[in-house]
């Protein structure tokens, strides 16, 4: 049964609210098209393993998507893990086309592609970290059961072709195709037979992960040194995205390819809660929706909650 559901990362929405408010000169703008391109195909690749999570997605399992956890160290990020209560399985999903050449001496894998080359960080070193962390996590939050924490690399593309340079066989007890993740777990549930935890406890230990949920807050800016000024101004067009569309008799006009929308600020807004800040005055939105009124600001901030009186109120524009 699958308890959390994956939402779109806010990694991605950021990402690609950034890419639009971004001028394409800009130094920054390149880098910011390829962590798109990254983050997208990570996330298209943990969708493509929920066809095979239903085939064991029973009332043995419980299944958490895109766990992220906070300890000392800072966060770490598990994409898949399966509760039982006979043991606790990682998965980390890539999804990574080509062919994958696992290197265990030299903790790389390299990745061949139209003959060409390129080093990927080394997958089976990620998943031995997240394990040692989840371990330690469970057992510092009062869950003094010793319950097995088992992990996988799971390849989502299934024309991805695997080899490894040395130890093939130890490579293919920890990295799998997705088609091959129902077996996989079958051979586990022989070798963890024995129940640690009952039900009742399972059941707990997932409420608890989900509680202690940590949200991403990366500043967009800062992470990628970007000046607010440098960020583009003004209500896009989502036909041909131009920007600004001008307001005139409470639609949104494109100058551009003449076309009209009533709710076009929505998106801008959004950016502005992605980009620079999750609650804005009149006159900073008015701004950046490149308005010239500020009771046409007012009426298009109304749906939001806000606190606050005057010049102070401060809407709340986060999603
Ligand atoms: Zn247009």
Redesign the pocket.
Known sequence: MIIKKRSLPLEIQLLEALSRRLPVSHPKYTLILENLAKKRAGYHGEKAIDYYLDFISNEKYLILQNLRLQDEKGYFQIDILIVSTCFLLILEVKNIIGTLVFDPQFHQVIRILDNKEEAFPDPLLQIDRQTTRLKTWIQEHSYTHNIPVESLVVVSNPHTIIKATTKPQLIAQKVIHSAYLPSKIKSLEILYSSAILSTKEMKKLVRYLIRKQEDEQKKPLDYYNIHPNEIIKGVQ??????VP?NRQHGLWF??????SCKSAHIQAINDYALIISSTVTNQEIKQFLCLSSSATTKRLLSPYANSGVKKQRRYVISQ
């Open positions: 067009c989502s036909r041909c995205r131009f569309m494109c100058p551009a390819c003449a076309s």
